[in-house]
C-alpha cells in the first residue's frame, strides 16, 4: 500500500520544524526563520509552518 505523498520521511528535518514552531511561540517568527535556514530547510518549508500554520502536516506525519 502506497503511503500518502505528504507523509514526511525525514525525521531530522520534522524535529528541526518542530523546534522552530517552538522557538515561535517562545520568541517571534524572525528567530525561528533565522533558525530554520541555518539548518538548510527550503525556503518553501518555512514559509509554510511559520507563515501558514494551517498547511502544517499534522502530528501523525512522520
Known amino acids: 500500500m502506497a503511503e500518502p505523498p505528504y507523509q ?19 520568541s517571534n517568527t524572525m528567530s525561528a526563520i533565522e ?16 507563515l501558514e500554520p494551517q498547511r502544517r502536516r499534522g502530528p501523525l506525519a512522520h
Not at 8 to 26: K, L, W, Y
Not at 38 to 50: G, H, N, T
Open 8 to 26: 514526511r520521511h525525514d525525521v531530522r528535518q520534522r524535529d528541526i520544524v518542530n523546534h522552530a514552531i517552538s522557538v515561535q511561540e517562545t
Open 35 to 50: 533558525y530554520l535556514k541555518a539548518q538548510d530547510i527550503a525556503p518553501d518549508v518555512i514559509e509554510r509552518v511559520l
